[in-house]
């Protein structure tokens, strides 16, 4: 049998007092997932994978939750990091955090963070960073 990978992990919006503005930046988020490809091969990141909360069932902050099982992904990690950053550039978003677990390599942590605290569409000059923490695997 192949080696299956497994990524999940969320991406957060930021809560504001201005509910309008709440709702500007979620249908925004909603459209640009949208736009995923859906149903093609295997495009690394597809619409399919995501999902989050209507407006009704929300608090304050939209948590955009994903999910994929891979053939052996992280042979290919750096390529699936592209798309998922070139995803949050679409985004507007604060944090995100995305989870590898693999059979032989044990499981990793991913996390994006803004310097300034929020991230808007487009906003190239946002620095992120991207940290991993590793948990052993059969061979580690």
Not at 19 to 32: F, K, P, S, T, V
Request: aromatic share 12%; with cysteine; hydrophobic share 35%.
């Amino acid at each position: 049998m192949e080696q299956e990978s497994i990524v999940y992990g969320s991406i957060r919006d930021w809560p504001a007092a201005d509910l309008d503005e709440c709702r500007r930046r979620r249908a925004a988020n909603r459209r640009a997932l949208g736009k995923l490809p859906q149903g093609e091969g295997w495009p690394f990141i597809g619409r399919e994978m995501f999902s989050f909360c209507t407006d009704e069932g929300l608090y304050q902050t939209q948590v955009i939750h994903f999910g994929a099982s891979y053939r052996a992904v992280e042979y290919e990690w750096s390529l699936w990091v592209r798309r998922f950053e070139a995803l949050l550039d679409e985004l507007y978003w604060t944090s995100a955090v995305v989870h590898l677990e693999t059979e032989l390599n044990g499981s990793h942590t991913f996390r994006w963070e803004t310097e300034s605290g929020s991230h808007s569409p487009r906003q190239h000059d946002v620095r992120m960073r991207c940290a991993w923490e590793r948990d052993g695997g059969v061979l580690g």
